[in-house]
């Protein structure tokens, strides 16, 4: 079964960035071939959508939610198996826990990481 393991997640203060990774494993040709998107979560609050790469047959374009567009930025690293997020001008309201799965045809979500903006 394939499934993601998202890290790098962590405490940060207002302001600062954090790299978020997002690896995949289990009966998987490449991560390459899939289109990948990251969300995040608060509390009592709708999984929201963040950013989309797509496959690299498509040259791996981009797209953004307006809401982090120009602070996030999301590439991949097929030789790793690895997806990221980088995650850059962090406000508090970015506190949420962070998940990583494919967009079109979605696996079962992971455990995500979580990150705290805080002063």
């Known amino acids: 079964q394939v499934r993601f393991v998202e890290s790098g997640g962590g405490l940060v203060q207002p302001g600062g960035s954090l790299r978020l990774s997002c690896s995949a494993s289990g009966n998987i040709s490449s991560i390459g071939d899939m289109d990948m998107g990251w969300y995040r979560q608060s509390p009592g609050k709708q999984r929201e959508f963040l950013a989309r790469?797509?496959?690299?047959?498509?040259?791996?374009?981009?797209y953004y939610d307006r809401s982090v567009k120009g602070r996030f930025a999301i590439s991949r690293d097929n030789a790793k198996n690895t997806v990221y997020l980088q995650i850059n001008s962090l406000k508090p309201e970015d506190t949420a826990v962070y998940y990583c799965?494919?967009?079109?045809?979605?696996?079962?979500w992971g455990q995500g990481t979580q990150v705290i903006v805080s002063s």
């Open positions: 790469i797509a496959r690299s047959s498509w040259s791996d374009a981009t």
């Open positions: 799965n494919r967009v079109d045809r979605p696996y079962s």
